[in-house]
């Protein structure tokens, strides 16, 4: 095992880039499905390609950024939520079992049913949907594995990297300078968590000896609605272009938990971080994207 290496499974992803990009002191390697852009190819469904590339490696953790992230595709298609959640974190538990490295493995609020958050680690998981159900599973591999485990929920991320898809905050404020008609909801809240901060959660979280779930979100509950009007009055959008629906108006395949979000206390007690509040993190994806002219 070499100290101080980490690898990113699901290194093409979101959270995946901002792992690899965010300056700290750990060197990261990246792996993704397909092996883009010089990164290790690594299907989290193949075990031999799991194995091979973790002790090729040999990183002191192995982080799983790797997931089947469209909750509506999770329903629509089980067998392959179940191939990349469960069978995935399987593998990537092996081959640390083998290495003798851990395993961070990042998992969702939606593992709750969305009736009384926002949840401590301490509440009962009761998912409502295939994405939440085969998490929920992924976790107990993790929980239950030889090698060092720990399982990070987070909830709503919102962030801008470049060759990333939209995430909701740069999907709104994208189509809101384009003048453009959207339709959010009013009834789903949750505490929308930057990247960037969660990127430094991580970092800081694999210098501890922690083992077991900690949540990580943002300051802020907000609905999505809610969401969209600060976005709105900070970068001066026109709030007439947003109407209010309900999560059911939306007959979208896959229930979703309403009442989410995550309580950071042993998050903020393990790594004395403190999310920023939505606003200032709104400020300044403002400047990055005027910088870049995306808005
Ligand atoms: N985004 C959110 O709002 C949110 C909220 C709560 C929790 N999370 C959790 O946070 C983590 C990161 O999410 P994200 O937003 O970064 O997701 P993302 O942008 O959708 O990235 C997921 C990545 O997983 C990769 N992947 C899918 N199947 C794979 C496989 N068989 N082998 C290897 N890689 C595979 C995808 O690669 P391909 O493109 O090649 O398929 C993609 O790059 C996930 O565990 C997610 O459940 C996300």
Redesign the pocket.
Known sequence: MTDNRLLI??????????LCDTSSTWACVP????GQQGHLA????QPDAVRDAVSQVRPQWVI???????VDECERNPDRAR??HID?TRNLIRACEQVGCGLV??????VFDGKKGPYAESDEARPINV?GRT?LESERVVLRALCPGIVV??????GFRPG??P??VTWAMAALSARQAIRVVTDEWANP?F?DELAAFIFSLCRTDFRGIVHFGGADFLTRFEMVERICALMGFDLSLVSAATSAEFGQPAQRPLRAGLCTTRAQTLCDVAPAPFDHNVRRLKRVLHQIAYV
Do not use: I
């Open positions: 499974v699901g290194a093409s992803g979101f959270l995946g880039h901002a792996a993704s499905r397909s690594l299907d989290v469904t799983n950024a790797a997931a089947l992230t469209s191939a990349v995935g493995n990042v998992s969702t609020n939606y994405y998490k929920r987070t909830a709503v991320l919102y990333c898809r995430n909701f968590t990247v």
